[in-house]
C-alpha cells in the first residue's frame, strides 16, 4: 500500500502565496506521474497541475503562471508552489501519485487540505 500525506494548506490575503506538499510512503518501486487536483464547493474536482517522472509538467489554464509544480524522488514528494492567490482558488486540495505497480500501474489519492483564500 501507498500513502500520501499532503500539508501546507491554510488561510492566505489574496496575492499572497502557499506551498503545498504532498509526500509519498508505502509501497513504492517508482511514481510515474504526481499531480495536484482541487474540488471547490458545489463544483468538480479538477486538474491543478501535473509533472511527470521525466519533469514534464502540465496545468490548468487558470494557474498558469501562478502555479509551480515540482517533485523531488529521493524523498518520493511533490510540491505546489502557489502563488499570486486568488479567492477563486480556494478549495480542497488533493495529491494523486500514479504509481507503477508490477506491469501496471496504481492511483492513490491523499486526503486532502484545504487552501481559503480571502481578505
Known amino acids: 500500500q501507498v500513502q500520501l500525506v499532503e500539508s501546507g494548506g491554510g488561510l492566505v490575503q489574496p496575492g499572497g502565496s502557499l506551498r503545498l506538499s504532498c509526500a509519498a510512503s508505502g509501497n513504492i518501486f517508482s511514481i510515474n506521474i504526481m499531480g495536484w487536483f482541487r474540488q471547490a464547493l458545489v463544483k468538480q474536482r479538477e486538474l491543478v497541475a501535473a509533472i511527470s517522472n521525466g519533469g514534464t509538467t502540465n496545468y490548468a489554464d487558470s494557474v498558469k503562471g501562478r502555479f509551480t509544480i515540482s517533485r523531488d524522488d529521493d524523498k518520493n514528494t511533490a510540491y505546489l508552489q502557489m502563488d499570486s492567490l486568488k479567492p477563486e482558488d480556494t478549495a480542497v486540495y488533493y495529491c494523486?501519485?500514479?504509481?507503477?505497480w508490477g506491469l501496471g500501474e496504481r492511483d492513490y489519492w491523499g486526503q486532502g487540505t484545504q487552501v481559503t483564500v480571502r481578505s
Open positions: 494523486k501519485a500514479v504509481v507503477v
